[in-house]
């Protein structure tokens, strides 16, 4: 079960992260400066001109008069003007009494043709415009986005799509044909705030996304970098920037710039009367097929290119296309055909209601979940109407609560019954693999009831057979019959005594073993191939031995520790009986560990000769739980037995495994985000690192077959003690370009110095040892086990000129910059149960139940959450469990930082570090009755999102979640958390004063979160 003990907490200070709203009291106030903000174009659009233009008392934008230079009169736009950024980022202010009111954005270009936009199509756009470069925009360049109630904070995008809505929102259909109707006849109009609503709403609808006004378009080509959006709204965000940038690729195939291209767009669209051919047969027109298709095919060749680029894919881009192959499928039969798109007035009149609905929707949430699970002794029962006041709400029935606690308890008892017996099948099955590398390796005596087969290699005990058998890895010493790896395959049933060992089964309970029978099975799991054959897999411990040499025979492996396990159980069945109670526990079991050596030193020299340490590099397990048959049903004119079914399902990998040296020798929780002791940032290491800096030397620059290449080049050599050397050389132009290459270099039987793999060539001028020196471009060297240093060059008069000696080798010392830590990357962990209940006498399926986390933290402070949880669903949609009756939540909260290096007025460098906290929270309600009177309700989403940014090293109010704990900020924290209601946001929530947080509606109105 998901449990809320402090909604407050979670509802209020986990998604939103605010600073404390409190400040001093001055006799003077200062009305606070209001914004919108957001993104032009598919994120593509800088340095463009962005006005906040209100809408005036005749549904006009506002215009006002101005004197010219010339003095000439002429009259614009009012409000308040921005510049996109180079990320086509706007933030623009609102006047205070544009609060609430429609408002429309006008995007346009700047006079020096400073605006810019940058070309998407991987192939070039119109005009010879190359993919990814930026093309002032043309002269006439106008983009609009309108909203009916514009609030502080809110997020407007514009780009094509959402000027396509301003247009419709702005156009009335006149009948001038007829007898008035059959309005089919576009005449510029009025913005209202219905028709605006309606026309977002309209558009939405048009194209298949949430709120195009809200939602944030990713431009195609930037998609390898972080967004910093949450994973369950990545990809529509793909999908919006895709179709944004199919203008692009539309304006293209029309000879047209995307100025002619949008007006062309804008008049048939009119035409049509907001309508869209869903496919045509005349291939100039504008239709959904061919928008969707330029997206997908902007999508796969950016894909493409990212790919070839070794950039991070998204893997929601692949998710993205697939939604748009699905639509193009769904349009093929469509040729010449209109959308049906039609927002009827009671759907915009809902949303002028919305900021009461929001209210009173807010206030049964706050209540039910700070009563999550029931725990208020005045909890309404199930069945009340939810529109009784006389008890407290909960989120899930407690009656449901109270079965599912005695469902676990239960499931804990059966397991603390058979957990001794588990631990000693579990010796007992490494004792036995032990057993037969010994006698694989001629040097055992099998025990009594043991039978050990030479010639097939091959124990039988216990119930169980080990097999040994070879891993083929293709390395070219298995052509010896020599191999580094080796499986263990286990087959059969081992069945633990159940009077052994005599202790407790239940923790605090009797001494006397309870009445308690378990085996172990490892079952044989036949799958078929690509040819269709039939392929059987066991149970296996693999080992892996390090050596060039390799090995006939698995080597006793705590003589010979591994380099390695590799641990893989598909099937495996553990039957148990505690005190008559049945229940049959399956699973599925792997993971790989990798084995690390202590760097130490010995007399100046670094050598490995500490024992292995191994760390879990990677897991997976799935556990299912799984009762007697408690009854039937007939599901489909077919009788299904039901039980009592349970699953956890677990997957993780580690992050620098293979260079944290633990203190333990087998994997423990404690080893994650970990500081050695004894190895903290700052450690001055005496004498590790020795340099060879030498001048003009000719040096081996290249080698095609068997023509080698010299060149002439400064170099330097930094050795870690006995360790390795890498090398930087330094080529002026007299020979050739200049620049600088980075080498690793090795001893060869001459024991002489030479450069073994190089880099490129880094073309760059005026480079000299000195410089890179100076300038501490040397970088950090890597230890195992330990960390990254820093050699420290000697600079006695602290005047930034580092003292070099040339020809001969120099000690120096190294400091620990950088500690290696543990970290999790996608832990992902599933817990879902299928429960039984009694209905009317006889057995049927209770409510499901379902929590789906997800979890990357690669260090102590940077990390992304993502938790759904539901109760009584259908279906899933994505994570979240959705249905008539569902209950249910997601939360998502992503942590990173950086940092930026300042000069100031006399040129002294500091570095400052910045934190962001992202947060979201998405809450899914099934069957509310209270704007209804149906028997099912209605089904209700609200959205919390919010942003914090934060200073690092100071001393001012803490901020976040992550800071919060630290209480370690400088600066101002202007953090918001955002309320949406069916698409639109409604209010605001800050801390208004410490632990108290307020959502403050639009209209005025407020509820105050929590108990």
Not at 546 to 574: F, I, K, N, Q, R
């Amino acid at each position: 079960m998901f449990s809320l003990p402090r909604i407050s907490l979670l509802l209020s200070i986990c998604l939103l992260a605010a600073c404390s709203g409190n400040g001093s009291s001055t006799t003077r106030k200062t009305e606070p400066v209001k914004y919108v903000n957001g993104y032009v174009g598919s994120s593509s659009v800088q340095n463009a001109v962005v006005q906040a233009v209100p809408i005036d008392v005749q549904g006009q934008t506002t215009t006002e008069a101005v004197t010219r230079e010339d003095g000439t009169k002429a009259e614009v736009y009012a409000g308040a003007k921005a510049s996109s950024t180079t990320l086509a980022y706007y933030q623009v202010k609102l006047g205070n009494d544009d609060i609430g009111r429609p408002v429309t954005l006008i995007i346009s270009g700047k006079d020096d043709e400073a605006t810019v936009e940058r070309c998407e199509l991987v192939n070039g756009c119109y005009g010879g415009w190359n993919y990814r470069t930026t093309k002032a925009v043309p002269a006439e360049y106008e983009l609009r986005a309108s909203v009916g109630s514009a609030q502080n904070n809110m997020r407007i995008n514009a780009n094509w799509v959402t000027h396509l809505a301003s247009a419709l929102a702005y156009t009335s259909y006149i009948d001038n044909s007829g007898d008035g109707t059959n309005p089919d006849t576009p005449k510029a109009g009025v913005y209202t705030p219905f028709t605006i609503e309606r026309a977002n709403l309209w558009l939405s609808a048009l194209f298949g996304l949430s709120d195009i006004i809200s939602l944030r378009p990713l431009a195609p080509s930037e998609l390898y970098k972080d967004s910093g959006l949450a994973s369950a709204i990545k990809q529509e965000s793909i999908i919006y920037g895709a179709i944004v940038a199919a203008g692009q690729q539309l304006a293209f195939e029309t000879g047209q710039d995307q100025v002619d291209w949008l007006a062309d767009m804008v008049d048939e669209f009119l035409h049509n009367q907001g309508q869209l051919y869903q496919r045509s047969s005349i291939g100039t027109s504008f239709s959904l097929y061919r928008i969707y298709n330029a997206a997908k095919t902007l999508l796969q060749e950016n894909r493409t290119y990212i790919a070839s680029q070794n950039y991070s894919v998204p893997s929601e881009l692949s998710g993205a296309i697939t939604v748009l192959d699905q639509r193009l499928a769904a349009l093929e039969d469509q040729t010449d055909q209109l959308t049906n798109i039609d927002i009827p007035a009671s759907q915009v009149n809902d949303w002028l209601d919305r900021i009461n609905n929001a209210r009173a929707f807010m206030a049964d949430l706050n209540e039910r979940l700070v009563n999550y699970k029931g725990q208020d002794i005045n909890t309404c029962p199930a069945g009340t109407p939810q529109t009784d006041a006389s008890c407290v709400h909960s989120f899930i029935d407690p009656a449901y609560v109270e079965k599912t606690v005695n469902y676990y308890s239960a499931l804990n008892s059966i397991y603390y019954g058979i957990a001794p017996q588990l631990s000693a099948g579990t010796r007992t099955v490494k004792d036995l693999v032990l057993e037969l590398i010994a006698c694989v390796n001629a040097t055992c005596t099998p025990a009594a009831g043991h039978i050990y087969d030479a010639a097939a290699k091959k124990l039988t005990a216990e119930g169980l057979t080990l097999t040994m058998v070879p891993v083929e890895l293709g390395a070219a010493i298995e052509e010896e019959g020599k191999y580094n790896a080796f499986d263990i395959q286990l087959l059969g049933e081992l069945i633990i005594d159940p009077d052994e060992p005599e202790v407790p089964n239940i923790p605090g309970e009797a001494i006397e073993p309870l009445d308690t029978v378990a085996s172990i099975k490892f079952k044989e799991v036949k799958t078929t191939n690509a040819d269709g054959d039939e392929v059987k897999s066991y149970s296996r411990v693999r080992i892996v031995y390090s050596g060039d040499d390799g090995y006939d025979a698995p080597p006793d492996p705590v003589v010979t520790p591994p380099l390695g396990y590799d641990l893989e159980w598909p099937d495996v069945v553990v039957p148990a009986m505690v005190n008559g109670v049945k229940q049959e526990f399956g699973l599925y079991i792997s993971a790989k560990l990798i084995g690390v050596n202590d760097i130490v030193e010995n007399n100046n020299e670094l050598t490995p000769p500490s024992p292995l340490h191994y760390n879990l590099t990677s897991i997976a397990v799935s556990l299912t739980a799984s009762s007697e048959v408690k009854g039937s049903i007939t599901e489909n004119g077919e009788e299904v037995e039901l039980k009592d079914l349970a699953q956890v399902t677990l997957s993780a990998e580690a992050t620098n495994a293979a260079n944290y040296y633990s203190d333990s020798v087998w994997p423990e929780l404690d080893d994650f985000f970990r500081i050695r002791s004894g190895y903290e940032a700052g450690l001055i290491e005496p004498g590790l690192f020795e340099y060879l800096f030498m001048e003009n030397q000719s040096v081996l620059f290249s080698k095609i077959d068997d023509e080698e290449v010299y060149r002439q080049a400064d170099y330097i050599d930094v050795e870690i003690k006995n360790y390795g050397i890498n090398r930087l050389e330094i080529f002026s132009d007299t020979d050739g370009l200049p620049g600088l290459r980075k080498c690793s270099v090795v001893i060869n039987e001459a024991n002489e110095r030479e450069t073994d793999v190089c880099t490129q060539l880094s073309e760059e001028e005026n480079l000299s040892i000195q410089k890179l020196i100076d300038d501490d471009r040397l970088g950090l060297f890597s230890i195992p086990s330990r960390g990254a240093y820093k050699p420290l060059f000697p600079d006695v008069d602290d005047d930034g000129v580092h003292e070099l000696v040339v020809g001969s080798n120099v000690e120096l010392d190294g400091e620990l910059k950088a500690v290696f830590t543990q970290g999790i990357n996608n832990l992902h962990v599933r817990a879902a149960h299928e429960l039984t209940e009694e209905q009317d006498g006889s057995v049927g399926r209770a409510p499901l139940a379902i929590v789906d986390m997800k979890l990357t933290r690669t260090s102590k402070d940077v990390w992304d959450l993502a938790i759904a949880a539901g109760y009584d669903y259908d279906y899933l949609v994505d994570v979240l469990p959705t249905g008539v009756r569902a209950q249910s939540l997601y939360l998502s909260y992503l942590v990173g930082n950086n940092s930026v290096k300042e000069e100031d007025d006399n040129q002294v460098e500091t570095v400052r570090d910045f934190t962001f906290e992202i947060g979201g929270m998405i809450i899914y309600r099934g069957g509310v009755k209270l704007f209804t009177t149906g028997d099912k309700g209605e089904s209700i989403g609200i959205t919390l999102a919010s942003r914090v940014d934060y200073e690092l090293n100071g001393t001012a109010q803490p901020c976040g979640i992550i800071n919060r704990k630290d209480e370690s900020v400088t600066g101002s924290c202007n953090a918001v958390g955002y309320l949406t209601y069916r698409n639109s946001i409604v209010g605001v929530i800050r801390e208004e004063r410490d632990g108290v947080y307020v959502v403050r509606f639009s209209d005025g109105q407020f509820l105050v979160l929590g108990g």
